[in-house]
């Protein structure tokens, strides 16, 4: 949400083929609007026993790199029944509003001891329990400009069941081109719960190949093909 500044840049000739594409003539940037706020009147009202839960880094000195990636392991609201997720909004530490880049909110089996575990993502040290649980199935996502996220009427984020989600993981990206030191950080995100279950559980599809290191393009390659496969059986759940 909110106004993104676009650099755009064209030529009146299309390209030829994939690899004969024609140096653009003109270019420049603007201002626009790519995603439109919701109203105060259309956006859903919370149900009547609505709780909050929020997710946050615990007092993280943020590093003094230009760039950081820092992962958190944290529970969820410990209910013993069904509950739906019906708002999920961010949760910027005031001050931090130009160091915090996004963040990302993921689904993790981990066990529950590990709730509060905080550390850099890269780090050698971190636990194989939670190895896994960086870029697996994404609860929400949140970048500069982004808004609280109202799930529709009709559903909601499952938690709380016997095999709903328990324990989550933030991943947050720190930008810091000046490399301060002495920045400390406890953004994450508010959760809005409710027992007012819904029509529909609401679960996220990722598509897409994730970038690895073993990715190499071989030198002297005009372009260079990579493919991502889903399997059957992941369709026909």
């Excluded at 919370?46 to 709780?51: F, G, I, N, V």
């Excluded at 909004?89 to 130009?98: F, R, V, W």
């Excluded at 575990?117 to 636990?127: E, F, G, L, Q, V």
Aim: aromatic residues 10%; glycine residues 8%; contains cysteine.
């Amino acid at each position: 949400t909110g106004t993104s500044r676009l650099i755009w840049a064209y030529n009146k000739l299309d390209p030829e083929s994939d690899t004969d594409i024609p140096f653009h003539e003109k270019m420049g940037t603007r201002s626009v609007n790519l995603f439109e706020r919701i109203s105060e009147n259309d956006k859903p009202k919370l149900p009547s026993d609505t709780q909050v839960h929020n997710v946050q880094v615990p007092n993280v000195t943020v590093p003094s790199a230009p760039t950081t990636y820092w992962c958190v392991a944290l529970k969820l609201p410990q209910v013993t029944e069904k509950h739906h997720i019906v708002k999920i909004a961010p949760l910027i530490k005031k001050g931090n509003e130009g160091v915090v880049h996004h963040m990302t909110l993921y689904e993790c089996e981990s066990d529950i001891k590990w709730h509060g575990y905080s550390a850099d993502c890269s780090s050698r040290n971190m636990p194989i329990h939670l190895q896994g649980c960086r870029g697996g199935a994404i609860v929400v996502g949140w970048a500069v400009g982004g808004e609280a996220i109202f799930f529709p009427q009709h559903a909601g984020y499952p938690i709380g069941g016997k095999h709903d989600t328990k324990f989550v993981y933030i991943e947050m990206h720190y930008d810091n081109p000046e490399q301060r030191s002495d920045i400390v950080d406890t953004s994450g995100f508010e959760i809005y719960y409710s027992k007012q279950l819904r029509e529909n559980d609401i679960g996220v599809l990722s598509l897409g190949h994730v970038t690895m290191p073993t990715m190499i393009i071989p030198e002297k390659q005009n372009y260079w093909n990579i493919t991502g496969y889903c399997p059957q059986d992941c369709t026909e759940r």
